[in-house]
């Protein structure tokens, strides 16, 4: 099932999920893990201006994804970044591809524009998730971070949520974030996955 983070609930969960990408792998640049804490305060700043979702399975979570502004300033303000974690157990079960389907049709139904992914190299599994939904290589900053005893490439990568947008013409202001469609409009999703 997918659903809409909840701070309390899921901020322990997350952080555990995160925890490996910082400590033993090169997926984050973080050094040192986020705690629970951290890590709810995290999905209300996400989840105010764009979304942090959930996936669960067997009553736990599995993984998250998430969006958050690209950058900062006012002309940014259609384009956001996304990441997705996942439990090592669910690798290669569809829960990223399920997470990833949710958050780009939040961020459509928004009115974004772009969307783009930071993916510290190695990581195929990462690269080859990302080109699945059609996002395309826009280019690498070499170097950019030292983990793990090794200078670290990242490979950008960006989705067009609306190709055939005009080019030249304003684009309506987005809106605010959107909800998972569910039963009765609650903000859960039944598990699709087969």
Not at 76 to 87: A, G, I, N, P, T
Request: aromatic share 8%.
């Amino acid at each position: 099932m997918l659903r809409h983070a909840d701070p309390g609930r899921d901020g322990a969960a997350c952080a555990a999920i995160y925890r490996p990408y910082v400590e033993d792998g090169v997926a984050s640049f973080e050094l040192t893990a986020p705690d629970a804490g951290t890590m709810a305060a995290r999905i209300r700043t996400c989840a105010a201006s764009h979304a942090f979702l959930v996936a669960e399975r067997g009553g736990g979570v599995v993984g998250f994804a998430y969006a958050a502004a690209h950058r900062e300033r006012a002309a940014y303000r259609w384009s956001c970044d996304v990441s997705v974690y996942l439990d090592a157990a669910v690798h290669r079960q569809g829960v990223g591809r399920e997470l990833y389907t949710g958050l780009l049709s939040l961020l459509r139904r928004q009115g974004l524009y772009r969307v783009h992914a930071g993916i510290a190299l190695p990581n195929a599994a990462s690269v080859g998730l990302h080109e699945a939904f059609g996002f395309r290589a826009v280019g690498t900053y070499a170097g950019v971070g030292y983990k793990h005893g090794a200078w670290r490439d990242v490979l950008w990568l960006q989705l067009d949520l609306r190709p055939d947008a005009p080019r030249t013409a304003a684009p309506a202001e987005p809106l605010g974030p959107q909800r998972l469609p569910g039963p009765s409009g609650n903000s859960e999703v039944a598990d699709t996955s087969p």
